[in-house]
């Protein structure tokens, strides 16, 4: 380009300056480009109802896999419970409880047939499958240990399912006594090899069922991932529009002086800054959220031993204030475990056996609950359980935990050269509105109810305090 040329350009530029662009063209140009984006914008908001119909039904269906997941869950603690409550009572409730769940309600069976028809051809279903059938093989132990307790007891055998009946006992077991029959019904059902045996078919399954969900999840996550995307382009497209009709003051407004109020409300709040806006902000915006992660992972570093007491391993203090505010408590229950007359035991034997008890007090409450249920030591001879998706029908249940760890602990035998001693409980059950602070009132009322009583039981709050021993 020669210097004619340079000129002659300059000389446009410096006319189109003086006398600057007609309003009617400019207007018509962003009429033009305001239809134009306009049209743009409606057919991405009728894409987005589409993508957001379809999250909604991927949200929907994993609510209903995690409900079909906790029957599974469920259904299998239900039967470990009942069978044991038999072989160590005799009563016959149990066990009819036991059949009812194995053969009518059958909710380990309707879950995996309706986890079935979604996932039938995934290598975690097919697991899951195997883990059942070991679980229905698991079965016939429990069976056995059935028909021994039957006939330790001394019952009716012809009132019994027509699966008991068929169990055929072994001349050995044929040649016990009624005790050592009863004692060794109970042992089938309580150790180690069952226990395995429970362990490996609980672990297979949840391993299973968290693979299900991944599954679930990856699906609706790329659901909403193009949510997200689909959103983020009818923003862009809105904010075009909005530059477009109301001039270069709003762009110089998005540019720098929203995005800084926004920054300002985001610090105020401790929330992570959208990089939004000019160069600078995006800047302080960027070094802002590099600090709120760090301090964000700072915070959720709780170390195991800042959360959990040196003596019986269980959750501390400081870690049972941090499940209160973190675990789904409106659909939980809360158990406070006290230990009946503890100082006595410090005064008469000393603080070195006070520990041994505590620290048995607290294997066998740990035992006694399930796996995914939370075990606390709150104070010195003090103890918290938070069983999580539970409620007031397993009422009958604790009252059973209780009364069997109340017999562990009165009863720890000469091996373990441990005075006895007995426990007082108050429970309180989660509801939609309730805070942590209401239902603690209710577990403590609910304990002191129990040490008014007599200790040694369990006391129920509720419309009516229900009290059991």
């Known amino acids: 380009m020669n210097h004619n040329e340079k000129h002659e350009k300059h000389e446009i530029f410096k006319n189109l300056k003086k006398l600057g662009i007609p309003i009617r063209k400019l207007n018509i140009i962003m009429l033009i480009v305001a239809i134009f984006v306009s049209l743009i914008l409606f057919v ?4 987005t109802d589409s993508i957001y119909n379809e999250t909604h039904s991927a949200t929907t269906k994993l609510l209903d896999w995690r409900k079909k997941a906790y029957n599974l869950q469920v259904a299998s603690d239900y039967l470990t419970e009942e069978i044991r409550c038999f072989v160590v009572s005799g009563k016959k409730m149990y066990l009819d409880n036991y059949f009812k769940e194995a053969e009518e309600t059958k909710r380990r069976e309707k879950a995996l047939e309706d986890i079935r028809i979604y996932h039938e051809d995934s290598d975690s279903y097919k697991e899951l499958r195997k883990a059942m059938d070991e679980s229905m093989e698991l079965m016939k132990r429990e069976y056995y240990a059935a028909k021994l307790a039957i006939e330790g007891y ?35 059902v309580f150790d180690d090899e069952y226990l395995n045996a429970k362990n490996h078919i609980s672990t297979d399954m949840n391993d299973c069922l968290e693979e299900l969900e991944k599954e679930i999840d990856n699906e609706q996550q790329e659901m909403s991932d193009n949510l997200k995307k689909q959103v983020f382009i009818e923003h862009m497209l809105t904010i075009l529009l909005i530059v477009i009709v109301l001039g270069i003051v709003i762009f110089t407004s998005r540019l720098v002086f929203i995005p800084l109020n926004n920054c300002v409300d985001k610090m105020r709040k401790e929330e992570e800054i959208p990089l939004i806006g000019a160069y600078e902000i995006r800047f302080l915006a960027k070094n802002y959220n590099l600090m709120y992660y760090t301090n964000i992972e700072s915070k959720k570093k709780l170390g195991h031993e800042a959360t959990h007491d040196k003596l019986t ?60 249920d939370f075990v606390c030591r709150i104070g010195g001879d003090e103890y918290a ?9 397993m009422k009958e249940l604790i009252a059973r935990k209780i009364t069997m760890i109340n017999e562990k602990l009165s009863n720890p035998g000469d091996e373990e050269g441990l005075p006895p001693i007995t426990c007082s409980v108050g429970v309180a059950f989660g509801r939609i509105g309730q805070n942590v602070s209401e239902m603690f009132k209710k577990a403590d009322t609910a304990l002191y109810e129990t040490k008014e009583k007599g200790r040694n039981g369990v006391t129920f709050y509720g419309k009516k305090i229900e009290t059991a021993k």
Do not use: C, W
């Open 385 to 393: 359980v938070i069983m999580i998706r539970s409620d007031s029908s």
């Open 154 to 188: 001394g019952d009716d055998l012809d009132k019994y399912p027509e699966e008991i009946k068929l169990v055929e006992l072994s001349d050995e077991d044929k040649a016990l006594s009624s005790d050592e029959m009863k004692n060794k019904a109970a042992m089938y």
């Open 44 to 47: 991405a908001m009728r894409i």
């Open 313 to 372: 391993s269980l959750y501390n203090r400081r870690g049972y204030e941090f499940l209160l505010h973190n675990v789904d408590m409106e659909t939980s229950t809360l158990i406070i475990i006290d230990l009946d007359n503890f100082k006595s035991v410090n005064d008469t034997y000393g603080h070195d056996v006070g520990d041994k008890v505590i620290a048995k007090a607290a294997k066998t409450i740990f035992n006694s609950f399930r796996t995914q």
